[in-house]
């Protein structure tokens, strides 16, 4: 059975992934202000690890599925101790959180442009299929792709998001300076259709949003009865919302650089203009379309783009908000 076209871009994604940190044995206590790890890697065969990272298992104690957390902690985490920082949850892990930590620092090496934030990783969860949990946790409606695999279960986006508060949440404030007016949200794909799901049914959950290829054709464009749900509920949307999509994620017959199946620039394009027309006085939004860049090869640039939307230095923000 041929897989949808997300589904093949994830798994092509996650087999760029990397190895992480052992799990600490104490996830009760905040994290220690201690100085960063030396530079180099352990040699002789070891995995390779990222430097000052953390991961730690977060139950979800509703369902009893195991999830763990990464953490990526900034440079100056342990020199500024009275200092609280902006969160980042980025779904797809595997593939985003080695990704976005070394944009972030790449970007701050001639000067700062990016405020430090903490970055945390949303794993699959323990022991299955990470195309499953996917499919699973970051889905509204239990009616999936048509293509995908017998058995596949959709539809648990709105558990997940309750894990997210009543678990994942605490946990990382509790153990990390974070500044809980400024979690922010990060999400390709289905973590894009998630992103959308949380910022219509929940958007309190984060006061940022960057949504990436957004698998708004899921279920007949379920998400955007979604959006006019919440418009007639609510006057405003609180939130800075940055949509990106690859120029070639539309349908172009003979073309073999679009897309084969879906028509996923108009669906962002559409998005954008409803969200613009209810006028909400506090949202922030930009959609780029960027040129060159298909389901696959547009995530890093998309990253980049969003984070200097979300994180910018104040010297570096845009003179008005864009519209």
């Known amino acids: 059975m041929k897989k949808s076209h997300a589904s093949t871009a994830l798994l092509c994604l996650l087999a760029l992934c990397a190895t992480w940190a052992s799990a600490a044995s104490d996830t009760s206590k905040p994290a220690p202000d201690r100085p960063p790890a030396a530079a180099g890697q352990r040699g002789q065969g070891q995995p390779y690890e990222l430097p000052n990272t953390e991961v730690f298992d977060v139950a979800d104690p509703v369902s009893g599925r195991r999830y763990q957390v990464f953490v990526g902690l900034p440079r100056s985490y342990h020199q500024e101790v009275g200092r609280r920082y902006p969160v980042l949850y980025v779904t797809d892990p595997d ?34 299929d990470a195309m499953g949990s996917r499919r699973r946790d970051y889905t509204p409606t239990a009616k999936g792709a048509h293509d995908a ?31 809980e007016s400024r979690r922010l949200f ?24 960057i949504v ?38 539309d349908m172009k017959p003979g073309d073999p650089r679009y897309a084969k199946r879906y028509n996923m620039v108009s669906d962002a394009r559409r998005m954008k203009q409803s969200l613009q027309s209810r006028a909400y006085p506090s949202l922030r939004l930009e959609l780029a379309i960027l040129n060159d860049e298909d389901h696959l090869s547009v995530a ?14 104040p010297a570096e923000q845009p003179a008005r908000a864009r519209r």
């Open 149 to 179: 695999p017998p058995g596949s279960v959709h539809g648990g986006s709105a558990q997940y998001r309750a894990y997210l508060q009543s678990a994942v949440f605490p946990f990382v404030a509790g153990r990390y300076r974070t500044n």
């Open 95 to 128: 593939y985003a959180f080695p990704i976005i930590r070394q944009l972030a620092r790449r970007l701050n090496c001639d000067g700062p442009k990016l405020q430090d934030f903490i970055l945390v990783g949303l794993s699959y969860a323990v022991g299955e």
């Open 186 to 209: 990060l999400g390709h794909s289905y973590g894009g259709l998630l992103g959308l799901d949380i910022l219509f049914n929940a958007p309190e959950m984060f006061a940022g949003y």
């Open 300 to 313: 890093p640039r998309g990253f980049t783009q969003g984070l200097k939307f979300l994180l910018a230095e």
């Open 212 to 249: 990436g290829s957004p698998s708004i054709w899921y279920d007949q464009h379920v998400i955007e009865q979604a959006e006019k749900r919440h418009a007639k509920a609510r006057r405003d949307l609180p939130a800075a919302v940055f949509m990106y999509v690859g120029a070639y994620e």
